[in-house]
């Protein structure tokens, strides 16, 4: 894993991953279950567009998305008082073998037994999400691939995922590597990796 030190949302972090798959993009190449999702091919041309403009597709910012942001410092801080582990913030890391793939951890840590990193995600939901996800008990869907994408890029054992509010008990899960749905995962990014720099290459030479 090369790990980048740009702070996660400035712009230079942005350029880093412009035109690569992201973790956070992920579950739009592969379902939880581990087939190739239906709105593949539009997250595929949003990389192609991305490469061939140099421009970043713009996102919304949401109310529940400024709230994570606000409140990721405190989830960071309850998991590192509850571990007792130091939670080491960084930027993008890329994949070893795939260049084009990489993911944004929330926090890094070092296993002491190990000697190998392994990670964090961090959620916070609205009050009632956060019960619909208290009340599940298990990560979320719509975050099992973003997760994965994690444990694959990192070559880690496991991952920690946190879903946080403030006046909530959080939701804590460790979640182990599943080489399975990594494998399907890596097969269904080699094609869509194939396919974007082919039709950049194509797209490019009609300009």
């Not at 964090?120 to 599940?136: D, H, M, N």
């Not at 979640?175 to 797209?203: H, P, T, W």
């Amino acid at each position: 894993m090369q790990i980048r030190n740009e702070v996660q949302g400035t712009p230079e972090w942005l350029q880093t991953r412009l035109g690569m798959i992201t973790g956070s993009g992920m579950s739009r190449l592969i379902t939880s279950t581990g087939k190739r999702s239906t709105s593949a091919e539009g997250y595929i041309n949003q990389l192609i567009a991305e490469r061939i403009t140099g421009q970043q597709t713009p996102v919304h910012v949401t109310a529940a998305m400024e709230r994570g942001s606000e409140l990721e410092g405190q989830a960071r801080s309850y998991y590192e008082m509850i571990f007792d582990s130091a939670v080491k913030q960084v930027g993008f890391c890329i994949h070893d073998q795939f260049e084009d793939i990489g993911i944004s951890p929330d926090g890094l840590i070092l296993d002491p037994n190990t000697h190998k990193f392994y990670g964090l995600e961090i959620k916070c939901p609205s009050a009632s999400t956060q019960v619909a996800y208290l009340r599940a008990g298990k990560v979320p869907t719509e975050y099992v691939a973003q997760v994965q994408a994690c444990i694959w890029v990192a070559d880690a054992d496991y991952w920690d995922f946190i879903s946080w509010h403030p006046q909530m008990k959080p939701l804590l899960i460790r979640v182990f590597r599943d080489d399975d749905f990594i494998g399907e995962m890596a097969a269904i990014c080699q094609e869509a990796i194939e396919s974007i720099n082919y039709n950049v290459e194509k797209l490019r030479s009609k300009q």
